[in-house]
């Protein structure tokens, strides 16, 4: 059957249900932007010259909004809590409803176990039949029912799930023999997916899937009228929670010599100690009421906490220049409470990595915090800088339809993949275009893409060689280059090595997610066992990585230019 866009969303307004805070949450988010999703809908299916595309059945199983799961986030909606998750489970929602897929959702393991038809009540009975979807949506909560409800059988369909995880798994934390071996056990991770199944809410690691979630966009009418009416003493602060504020008073001071300064911190009764009497706190505000504040703010400004939240993106969308700490050194799972137990070794920079790097400045403002003159620098810079609002293209409605449509037509991790597939030497290395970079190598491809079936398409691939301690993720960076997990089973060969001029004394073969890889010192060369410990993130002192980048659309990382 053919998947038609929709852009009525009555039926999936209904779909979502009644009962909490969080779904209304998310039905009123999902109300606001219709017409935005409407737009976008139109304009993806004229870009992709109006294609037939086909519908799948798709289940939905929101395992953290369960009750089974113990359902935190629900009480806390209005009270401060994490939104972003709801956010984002919102938005996918919609994308894969307004994309004309067969939907169904489910917010409790009762639902699950009807849709999946297995009987309530049977324990880890599992399921007998075909599973009667093509595609679950769930999270690690999730995951873990399914476990629980499906017994067995979970190991056969699971190739057809994609976990919603926020901040990523990498490859290490992923292979339960690995993780366990090598102190990369945590709790969440070693549920030997392909790690592309993990979808992450931004482009943390090439190793996930980057499925994000959307912000408004502006026409130019709203743009100007934003512009004109901005007040360029307004700061907005990042923190909806009185403990996001804690120990803040020194930067508030200074903010305050040059600007109003604005909150929007849940409050009970009284006006939370950490909020200094000077700042006009409005309590939390309805989603639509926070985008007018900021509309009129010049600054929106970060303390540290909440990490890589959507808030920022929503102020940058609306004109505001976002102002946060940089993080010396970077924060992560092994010196940060927070991040401790999270599947990934990622080092984040500062508190919103992904406006750091991928928006920057003048919309972006990363210092150093513990410097008081850099702070106040930087406050008196941003009161005669003037920007216009951005928001980048995987943002907006028709990005995220963009980037969801594409995984869901192209992503396979069913059928069995050649792990190593046969590959004659000069049909891989014809000669193509082939440049020398003085701490890297960097190697067109003009492989024939129709030999080898892959997405993305083969000839995207650039190779490249990583410096020592350098992991491919960066690698691919430096040639403004993504690392592509897809393409590393067509370069875990001695063909590669040779290709790339490397002299190998040994060649070994081992699970390890480091290679392949070689050691200059040792003259070492090791190639890769496991085709899930493939790893973008992995990164040695002592070894330089063979890695497989591709170009991508320009905002649009997940894209390759070949890849619609
Ligand atoms: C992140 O979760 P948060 O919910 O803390 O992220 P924020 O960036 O603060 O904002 C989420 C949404 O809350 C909305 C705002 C954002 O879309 O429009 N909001 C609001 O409706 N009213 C207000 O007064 C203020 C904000 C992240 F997303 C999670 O994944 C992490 O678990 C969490 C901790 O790092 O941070």
């Not at 209904?14 to 209304?24: A, F, N, P």
């Not at 923190?239 to 109003?260: C, D, N, P, T, V």
């Not at 808030?311 to 940089?326: F, M, R, S, T, V």
């Amino acid at each position: 059957r053919q998947a038609a866009f929709r852009t009525d969303l009555s039926t999936l307004l209904d779909q979502v249900g009644t009962g909490k805070e969080s779904l209304s949450f998310m039905k009123r988010r999902i109300r606001r932007l219709a017409s935005q999703w409407a737009t976008a809908a139109y304009r993806l299916d004229i870009k992709l010259h109006r294609r037939w595309r086909e519908q799948k059945k798709i289940l939905v199983h929101v395992g953290f909004l369960t009750e089974e799961s113990g359902d935190v986030f629900s009480p806390k909606v209005l009270k401060g809590g994490p939104l972003g998750e709801m956010v984002q489970w919102a938005d996918i929602l919609t994308a894969l409803y307004v994309l004309g897929h067969n939907l169904k959702i489910s917010m409790s393991v009762k639902e699950l176990q009807g849709f999946l038809g297995v009987p309530p009540g049977r324990g880890s009975c599992p399921l007998t039949g075909p599973l009667p979807f093509d595609l679950i949506y769930t999270d690690y909560h999730g995951l873990q029912q399914m476990k629980q409800h499906m017994g067995l059988s979970l190991k056969k369909h699971k190739c057809h799930i994609r976990v919603i995880d926020t901040f990523g798994t990498e490859p290490a934390y992923n292979h339960e023999e690995y993780a366990t071996l090598h102190g990369y056990r945590t709790n969440w991770g070693y549920w030997n997916l392909n790690s592309r199944q993990y979808m992450t809410m931004f482009p943390h690691t090439p190793d996930n899937s980057f499925m994000g979630f959307v912000s408004e966009e502006l026409n130019k009418t709203e743009k100007r009228s934003i512009q004109q009416n901005k007040v360029r003493n307004m700061a907005v602060v990042y923190g909806k929670e009185a403990s996001m504020w804690k120990g803040k008073e020194k930067f508030l001071q200074i903010l305050h010599r040059y600007m109003e300064v604005h909150g929007t911190v849940y409050y009970e009764t009284q006006r939370p100690p950490e909020v200094p009497a000077f700042v006009k706190n409005h309590g939390l505000l309805p989603q639509q009421e926070l985008q007018q504040l900021l509309r009129k703010a010049k600054l929106f400004i970060g303390f540290g906490f909440p990490y890589e939240g959507p808030a920022p993106l929503e102020a940058i969308a609306n004109g505001c220049i976002y102002l946060q700490p940089k993080f010396h050194p970077p924060h992560s799972s092994l010196n940060h409470e927070f991040f401790r137990g999270k599947p990934t070794s990622r080092e984040v920079s500062s508190q919103h990595p992904y406006a750091e790097q991928y928006i920057g400045r003048p919309h972006v403002m990363t210092v150093d915090y513990n410097n008081s003159d850099e702070f106040e620098a930087a406050v008196q810079e941003i009161m005669r800088l003037k920007v216009e609002p951005y928001l980048p293209y995987e943002y907006t409605c028709e990005g995220m339809l963009e980037r969801v449509h594409a995984y869901i037509q192209h992503q396979e991790f069913c059928s069995p993949e050649a792990p190593f597939p046969p590959v004659n030497a000069s049909r891989v290395w014809p000669g193509g275009p082939f440049t020398r970079l003085p701490n890297s190598t960097l190697l067109g491809w003009a492989g024939n893409s129709t030999a080898l079936p892959c997405w993305p398409p083969l000839s995207a691939l650039r190779l490249m060689v990583s410096a020592e301690g350098q992991s491919c993720v960066e690698a691919c960076q430096s040639s403004d280059l993504v690392c592509e997990p897809a393409f590393f089973r067509f370069i875990n060969n001695k063909e590669a090595l040779s290709k790339l001029e490397i002299q190998c004394e040994v060649v070994e073969l081992e699970m390890n997610h480091i290679f392949p890889a070689y050691s200059v010192t040792r003259g070492e060369c090791g190639l890769q066992k496991e085709t899930l410990l493939f790893s973008c993130a992995g990164f040695s002192a002592k070894y330089r990585r063979i890695c497989p980048c591709r170009d991508f659309r320009k905002g649009q990382v997940a894209l390759c230019r070949d890849c619609l």
